[in-house]
């Protein structure tokens, strides 16, 4: 069973930058397409950044620009660097596969933007 774990959340004025990280326990493969969603109350879980296997990248236009997802397959990792953050950015991120079959999903990281 893959689980996976995010963290690297934290409280950051707007502007800023926060790096999230997600471990796959067992193989990253097991997504062809991973993903980072966001929670935020009130609001469906919204996918933020995707990755193919091979590294092709996608984000909607409300974060093109200013995330960047990123996989290291050799440990198993995925990245999402946020820079010049907003408070619309606020919530809880995880990752998860995109498409197909999900995996149980993690227990997220908080991010909150202040203004």
Sequence with gaps: ?????????GL???GGSLRLSCAVSGS???C???????????????????ITIGGITNY?????????????NTK?????QTNSLKPEDTGVYYCNCVGGIQF???QGTQVTVSS
Excluded: C, H
Excluded at 76 to 80: C, E, G, I, R, T
């Design 28 to 30: 990253i493969f097991s």
């Design 32 to 50: 062809i397409v991973i993903g980072w969603y966001r929670q935020t109350p009130g609001k469906q879980r919204e996918l933020v950044a995707s």
């Design 60 to 72: 909607p236009d409300s974060v093109k620009g200013r995330f960047t997802i990123s996989r290291d």
């Design 76 to 80: 198993n990792m995925v990245y999402l």
């Design 12 to 14: 950051v004025q707007a």
């Design 104 to 106: 149980p999903w993690g």
């Design 1 to 9: 069973q893959v689980q996976l774990v995010e963290s690297g959340g």
